[in-house]
C-alpha cells in the first residue's frame, strides 16, 4: 500500500514537472527567450543554494539522531584491547573525510548559485593553472597516503599472529556452516585436535574430528552461549565447510572472512565484562526501553543485552539464524563454565563404531573420571555432618574373574584414591567388596573381603598407612540392582570407599 501512495506522489511529481516545463515554454514565447533563461537561470541556482542548506541539515541531525547507534561512537564503545585502535582510525578517517565532504559539497552548490550566467557578467575561461593542479592533485595524495599508512599501521598491530612458545592464550575454532557456527573449545590440554575433511559426517562428526588424533579426545562443541574469560588473549581459528561467511563480533571489533579451504585467525583480549557492558548502556534513553515489547514490566534493553556472534556474509535465506551469544565473565566463572562442559569424544563417540579407541582406555577418559572423583571426594569432605553423600562407588575397580587379583585398568582410579588420601591426611576409609547373589553365599562373602583386602593392600604398597584403611567383604548382602538380569548382576558387583568423616 505504502508503495503504491510513493508510487503515485512520484507519477504526480512528474507530470508537475511536465505542466511547469510546458507553462515556462509558453512563458518565454510571451516575454522573450533571454529573459526566460535567466530567470530559469536564477531560480536554478537559488534551488542549489537551498539543496546545499537543506542538505548540511540534514546530515548533521542524522549524525545527531544515530551517534548512539553507530559503533565506534557513543555507548557502543570497544570491548576488547586492540578495538581503541581501529575507532580511533575510523575517527581520523571520519575527520579527514568529513572536511572533504563539507567543502566539496559547499563549493558545488555555491559556485552554481554564485557563477549562474548573468546578463551582462563574463566568464573567466581557465585552461590550466599549475598551483591549483599541484593543490588539488598534491593534499588528496597526501591525506590519503597518510589514512594508509594508518591503517596498515593498525592492521599490523592488529593481526599479528601469537607466539605458541611464549604467548598465554587461549585457542578456539569457528568453524560456519549454512546456518550455524560450530564453535569449538580444546578441553583440558588446551589444544585443538586435529580436522579432517574427509572424515566429516553430519550425524556424528559435523566438523571432521580425527578422534586417532588423543588432542581432540576432550575437545568441546559448545551449543548454546559461549563464554570467555576477559583480559585473556584469544586466538580464534576460522574457517567455512560451504560457502563464505563472516565470523563478526561487532562489539569487539572482530570481522574475519571464513572461506572454505583457506583457514583464517583472529586474535583479540576481551576487556569488558557483559555485566559492565550493560552498566554502560544504562541510562541511554534507547536502552531504557523494555527488552520485549509485549513485556513492558520485563528487563529493560540494557538487562538483556549480550555480545552477539554475527555473521557478517549473506552466505543464504537462514543467514541471521547464525546468530550466537558470547558472555565475557571472570576467568573463575569461565573456568567453572568450562568444567560443566562435556567433551564431544565423550559424550558422544567413546565405544561407538565411530571410536578408534573402542574398549581401549583413553587419556581423556582417564582425566575426566579422576575429575568426577574428586569432585565427589571434596563434596563429601565438604560436608561432614552430611553422611549421604560419603560413600563413593569405585566404578572403574576390576578383578580378574572369580579372584581377588586387580586387573591393570583398575589401578588409576586406585591411583586417584592415593591422592586424594594425600590430598586429605585425616580421612580414613572403609573399602567394601560386595558381590551379586549368583553362587555359594559363604564363597562370595569370602571372595568380595578379599577383594577389598586386594584393593586395601594396593595402597598399602602405594604408601597409605594401613591404619587410615579398613577392608569389608558385604558379600551379596548390600545390593544395589537386580540380581535377575546381567546388567544388574554387574551393579551389583562392586567396590565401594566410605569417607568416614568422623576422623576429619
Ligand atoms: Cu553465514
Redesign the pocket.
Known amino acids: 500500500m505504502t508503495a503504491l501512495v510513493i508510487l503515485l506522489i512520484l507519477v504526480l511529481v512528474v507530470i508537475i514537472l511536465i505542466q511547469v516545463g510546458k507553462v515556462n515554454e509558453l512563458a518565454s514565447k510571451i516575454r522573450g527567450e533571454e529573459e526566460a533563461e535567466q530567470q530559469s537561470n536564477n531560480r536554478t541556482a537559488l534551488f542549489c543554494l537551498l539543496f546545499l542548506i537543506g542538505f548540511m541539515i540534514y546530515c548533521v541531525y542524522t549524525g545527531f539522531i544515530y551517534k548512539d547507534i553507530v559503533l565506534w561512537y557513543g555507548p557502543h564503545i570497544s570491548a576488547s584491547e586492540h578495538g581503541g585502535r581501529i575507532d580511533h582510525l575510523f575517527n581520523v578517517t571520519l575527520f579527514w573525510t568529513g572536511i572533504v565532504f563539507v567543502l566539496t559539497h559547499v563549493l558545488l552548490f555555491w559556485f552554481s548559485y554564485k557563477y549562474r550566467s548573468q546578463k551582462g557578467v563574463n566568464q573567466a575561461y581557465i585552461t590550466h593553472n599549475n598551483t591549483i593542479e599541484y593543490l588539488w592533485t598534491g593534499i588528496p595524495a597526501l591525506v590519503l597516503v597518510y589514512l594508509v599508512a594508518a591503517g596498515l599501521d593498525v592492521w599490523n598491530d592488529v593481526m599479528p599472529d601469537v607466539d605458541p612458545n611464549d604467548d598465554d592464550y587461549i585457542e578456539i575454532e569457528a568453524v560456519?556452516q549454512?546456518?550455524q557456527w560450530e564453535i569449538r573449545y580444546p578441553g583440558e590440554d588446551g589444544k585443538l585436535g586435529t580436522r579432517n575433511y574427509k572424515l566429516i559426517d553430519p550425524a556424528t562428526n559435523n566438523i571432521g574430528m580425527d578422534f586417532t588424533d588423543e588432542k581432540t579426545h576432550d575437545d568441546l562443541i559448545i551449543s548454546g552461549d559461549f563464554y570467555l574469560p576477559v583480559g585473556q588473549k584469544v586466538r580464534v581459528r576460522i574457517t567455512?565447510k560451504d560457502?563464505?561467511?563472516?565470523f563478526y563480533l561487532p562489539h569487539h571489533r572482530v570481522k574475519m572472512d571464513?572461506i572454505p579451504g583457506l583457514p583464517t585467525y583472529f586474535i583479540f583480549t576481551p576487556s569488558i565484562l557483559t555485566a559492565d557492558y550493560r552498566k554502560r548502556l544504562k541510562g541511554h534513553p534507547d536502552w531504557e526501553v523494555p527488552a520485549e515489547a509485549d513485556e513492558p514490566d520485563g528487563p529493560k534493553r540494557w538487562e538483556a543485552f549480550d555480545y552477539e556472534l554475527a555473521?557478517?556474509?549473506?552466505?543464504?535465506k537462514g543467514?541471521y539464524s547464525?546468530r550466537r551469544v558470547l558472555k565475557v565473565v571472570s576467568q573463575r566463572e569461565y573456568d567453572q563454565w568450562l568444567k560443566d562442559q562435556k567433551s564431544f569424544y565423550l559424550t558422544n563417540i567413546r565405544n561407538t563404531e565411530g571410536d578408534p579407541f573402542k574398549g581401549q582406555l583413553v587419556k581423556a577418559e582417564i582425566a575426566s573420571r579422576s575429575k568426577d572423583f574428586l569432585a565427589a571426594v571434596e563434596q563429601a569432605v565438604s560436608t561432614p555432618e552430611d553422611v549421604s553423600d560419603d560413600l563413593i562407588n569405585l566404578e572403574h575397580v576390576f578383578y580378574q574373574t572369580g579372584s581377588a587379583q586387580l586387573r591393570d585398568d583398575s589401578k588409576y582410579e586406585l591411583d586417584n584414591v592415593v591422592s586424594v588420601l594425600n590430598k586429605y591426611k585425616t580421612v580414613a576409609i572403609e573399602l567394601g567388596g560386595h558381590t551379586d547373589s549368583t553362587g555359594n553365599a559363604g564363597a562370595n562373602q569370602v571372595l568380595s573381603q578379599s577383594r577389598a583386602e586386594s584393593v586395601r593392600n594396593y595402597l598399602i604398597q602405594k604408601g597409605i598407612p594401613a591404619t587410615r584403611l579398613q577392608a569389608v567383604g558385604f558379600g551379596p548382602e548390600k545390593p544395589v540392582d537386580t540380581n535377575d538380569t546381567d546388567e544388574g548382576r554387574q551393579n551389583n558387583r562392586r567396590t565401594e570407599m566410605r569417607i568416614l568423616t568422623n576422623n576429619i
Open positions: 560456519g549454512q546456518y567455512s560457502v563464505l561467511h563472516n571464513a555473521c557478517a556474509e549473506l552466505c543464504g543467514h547464525m
